[in-house]
């Protein structure tokens, strides 16, 4: 792996660990909110889950 290729891998793995930090308090607060909020952050979860998952597919494709 060439250095730009370590610093891509780097800079996508910093993005995943911003997008679960920023996630998972919110995570843990989903019991203490209505239906509809808990409704609306699932699809939320859904999202930022679907993000990490791109990204990280794209740092394993780098790293191959």
Known sequence: ???MDRELTSLLCT???????DHSAFALTVGSQSD?????AAD???EASTKIS???AAAQSIAE
């Open 15 to 21: 993005k995943i660990d911003m997008l679960m930090e």
């Open 54 to 56: 791109k990204l990280v």
């Open 36 to 40: 509809g909020e808990q409704k609306a």
């Open 1 to 3: 792996m060439d250095d």
């Open 44 to 46: 939320e979860l859904a």
